[in-house]
Every structure is written in structure tokens, then in C-alpha cells.
């Protein structure tokens, strides 16, 4: 008797079975819905909190306004301008004059016929007295030389000095009053023992020394 094996599965056949099956899994795939849900949203409920009122307005403190009376202002002391310098050589002078001597003392007058008399004066006139002044034909001759170093530094100055004017009319003596520098002195004085004439000072018409003040200004003139 012989004996008849089973039968096994062919390849095609089970290639062909995967192939269906993985078609129609695909499909499945292609053809499937995918629903998400996610939570449902709850509606927004608020509720209302009460706000405290602002507070009042705080007032604001005005300073207080103080008048205080300002004291009188006491006037400021008037002062002179210094006098400007006169461009050019400028003289100045003050005379002073030897006092005049003192009137003579009355004579008792002689008593004549009855009765007791009282003693007469008589009137003495006062002397006349002329003051020196700058005699004109030399004024050209009183200003001094301009030291050279006062000159080469640019400096202007100014010399006040008495001069005793003699009966002849010149100078025989001079003192210093106040001057800018030695220098412009020592000019003035040179000068003056030398050059300066005057008209002398009369008494009764007689000539008489008498001082004077005289001032001397050097001042440097624009070229």
C-alpha cells in the first residue's frame, strides 16, 4: 500500500494572502476618522472686590508773608572825581605872602584947655600887598626837561613844590611837596633854580619875597 504525504502551503500563495491583507490594512488606515476630545472649557466666572475711596486731599500750608520794613538807606559819602590830567605841561600855583606887621600903638593926645579929654585914634591903612605871579616873557622856560628814563618807561607824573621867590624875582629856594618820583623832582628843581622868573611880591608897592606853591605836571604827548 503506498503511502500519500500532506500537502504544504506554497509560496505564492502566501505572498499573495500578506499582500491582501496589508492592502486592506492601508485602506483601514486611509479611510479611519481620528477624533481628539480635549477638556471642555469651563465658562469665566469673575467676582467683584471691592475698591477703598481715595483719601481727602491734604491741604497745602501757604508760607505766611513777612513785610519788614527796610531801614532808611543812609546816603553814600558825595566823593570827588580825581581831577584828569591835562594833556600837556600844566602850572599850578598859591601864593603866600610874608605877614604884614602889626599896626603902630595910639599916642595919647595932648590935653588942651579945660576938662578931661579922651585919648584919639587914628586909623592906620592896611598895606597893599601885590601877590608874585609868573612873569610872561619867561613862561616859555618853565617847564621842566622830561627825565629820560621817566620818558623811555611811558610814565607821566606830577610835582608840587614851594619856591621862595626873592625881591629880584627868582627863585632862591625850593622844598618838595609831594612829587611821582625823584626824578621828576630833581627836574623841577634844576629848572626852577635856573630858568624860573617871576614878578616879584610888593608891599606898598616895594618888593618883597613872599612863597609860592607852584605845580608841574609831565605828561607824555601822543606822536
Do not use: C
Request: charged fraction near 20%; charge should be neutral.
Amino acid at each position: 500500500m503506498a503511502y500519500q504525504g500532506q500537502r504544504g502551503l506554497s509560496p505564492v500563495g502566501l505572498g499573495v494572502a500578506i499582500a491582501i491583507n496589508g492592502g486592506l490594512l492601508a485602506l483601514a488606515m486611509m479611510t479611519a476618522t481620528t477624533v481628539m476630545r480635549g477638556p471642555v472649557d469651563k465658562p469665566l466666572e469673575t467676582e467683584a472686590i471691592p475698591i477703598d475711596p481715595p483719601p481727602p486731599p491734604i491741604d497745602e500750608v501757604k508760607p505766611v508773608e513777612r513785610v519788614v520794613n527796610d531801614p532808611t538807606p543812609a546816603p553814600l559819602p558825595v566823593v570827588p572825581p580825581a581831577p584828569y590830567p591835562v594833556p600837556g605841561p600844566a602850572m599850578e600855583s598859591t601864593d603866600v605872602i610874608p605877614p604884614a606887621p602889626p599896626p603902630p600903638v595910639p599916642l595919647p593926645t595932648t590935653p588942651s584947655g579945660v576938662g578931661t579929654g579922651t585919648p584919639v585914634t587914628v586909623a592906620t591903612p592896611l598895606p597893599v600887598l601885590v601877590a608874585a605871579s609868573v612873569d610872561p616873557r619867561y613862561r616859555a622856560d618853565f617847564q621842566p626837561d622830561y627825565p629820560a628814563f621817566e620818558r623811555n618807561i611811558g610814565r607821566d607824573g606830577v610835582v608840587v613844590v614851594r619856591v621862595l621867590v626873592g625881591s629880584n624875582g627868582r627863585v632862591s629856594a625850593i622844598e618838595p611837596v609831594r612829587s611821582t618820583s625823584d626824578a621828576f623832582f630833581e627836574a623841577t628843581k634844576k629848572r626852577a633854580l635856573s630858568k624860573w622868573r617871576f614878578r616879584p611880591a610888593t608891599r606898598d608897592g616895594e618888593a618883597v619875597e613872599s612863597w609860592r606853591e607852584m605845580t608841574v605836571r609831565f605828561t607824555m604827548q601822543d606822536s
